[in-house]
């Protein structure tokens, strides 16, 4: 993984003395290195420039299509989703598009439900 992913020679460093960026990309390396069959990214280019991000995203695609791994990216970038194969999108808990990256579903939006919620919502 640290052939994919960029490194500042900072190995000795403590995270807090590391620029967002780099934890950024810490924590993306530390996550991929066991090649999960799935993982979550929430806001995983939030920090880093567009190139990296761009990098990033790429990466991410080489992943899914090379390891199989499943990559579920939270973000609020619109620029991201053209790196995407699907986007669910939620507006207050609840499903509103959750077709293709190039399609929306045809059908009424399903309702995303939580442990925590209570009561019927019918």
């Given at each position: 993984?640290?052939?994919?992913?960029?490194?500042?020679?900072?190995?000795?460093?403590?995270?807090?003395?590391?620029?967002g960026g780099q934890q950024q990309?810490?924590?993306i390396a530390r996550t991929l290195i066991?090649?999960?069959?799935?993982a979550f990214a929430d806001e995983a280019t939030?920090?880093?420039?567009?190139?990296?991000?761009?990098?990033?995203l790429r990466m991410f695609q080489q992943l899914n299509e090379e390891e199989g791994i499943t990559i579920t990216l939270v973000n609020h970038d619109a620029l991201v989703e053209?790196?995407?194969?699907?986007?669910?999108?939620?507006?207050?808990?609840v499903i509103v598009d959750g077709g293709s990256a190039t399609a929306a579903l045809?059908?009424?939006?399903?309702?995303?439900?939580?442990?925590?919620?209570s009561g019927d919502k019918s």
């Open positions: 993984m640290p052939g994919r992913v960029r490194f500042v020679a900072r190995l000795h460093c403590d995270p807090s003395q590391l620029a990309l810490t924590a066991n090649r999960p069959p799935l939030g920090n880093l420039d567009s190139h990296t991000s761009e990098d990033i053209k790196h995407a194969l699907r986007i669910i999108q939620i507006d207050d808990r045809s059908s009424g939006p399903p309702e995303l439900r939580f442990s925590s919620d």
